[in-house]
């Protein structure tokens, strides 16, 4: 399991699926990222893109430990009616010594449907809340979004995964620069979606960010003006990364990627027009 120290907070890494996106997801995710487009771009192999010019990209959660909070970043996609004691996700949450009662807050970065997955799970065929001792955070301008829409399977996502979550009195609507304790911070990063928040880390003169979906894949350091089919609103999503990738170049703040496949973390340096990821 990938893990970071930054400062007295510990990140780790607990992948649900890595996956290769297919040729025919290619126009939909990132259009522009086309196999030869990405070739052009050195540093992208061998990790983030495969012999063929195909993305590689990781669902993950992202487990922070800070002194007085267990907080899970995003939940994946979750369970297909797998018992929870059986489900290989919770299982490996459980062996990297986060059992389900243990954990203190879950932070859904945005409402799609591969960062809310866990936040529930079926008993008795009913959706309940999977962290029964956990405070669920969701920005409310995020919320009252999806709320208010019929279409992206929203519904469905929000009866399956954030509703059973607010009956059960666990949810806190949040601002988008809501403050978890003294190192860990939510951060807006608008675009991908309405609501969209990044998870900002100091301790101990130490940083790292985790991205959240405004920022898909690294091919968007190099080219922050790609944007995916699934972005709410483009212009903001480029406007949000070129802002972000522009604040941290140069910086020792690591940059933690939510869907970056392993190494999935480093520093972000200016290269050329863009930016690139170092890693280890
Ligand atoms: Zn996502």
Known sequence: MLSWKVGAVTVSAVVESLRIVPDAVQPVFIP???PDALR??????????????????????????????????????????TAPETAPFLAALAEAGWPRDSVTHVLCTHLHFDHVGWNTCLEDGRWVPTFPRAR????????EHW???????????LARSV????????ADLVETDHRLSAEVRLVPTHGHTPGHVSVRIESEGHSAMITGDMTHHPCQMARP????????????????????FAGLAGSPT??????FAAPTAGLVVRDGEGFRLVTG
Do not use: K, M, N
């Open 32 to 34: 522009a990222a086309t």
């Open 40 to 81: 052009r771009i050195a540093w992208l192999a061998p990790h983030f893109i495969d012999a063929d010019g195909r993305l590689r990209i990781a669902i993950q959660a992202l487990l922070v430990e800070a002194p007085g909070l267990r907080l899970i970043v995003d939940t994946c996609i979750g369970e297909d009616g």
């Open 136 to 143: 669920y955070l969701f920005a409310r301008i995020e919320h």
């Open 147 to 157: 709320s208010g829409r019929d279409d992206h399977d929203a519904p469905a996502i």
């Open 163 to 170: 509703q059973p979550v607010l009956d059960a009195g666990l």
């Open 225 to 244: 003006d790609w944007a995916t089919g699934f972005d709410s609103d483009c212009a903001q999503g480029v406007r949000t990364r070129e802002a972000v």
């Open 254 to 259: 690591l940059l933690i990627g939510t869907h």
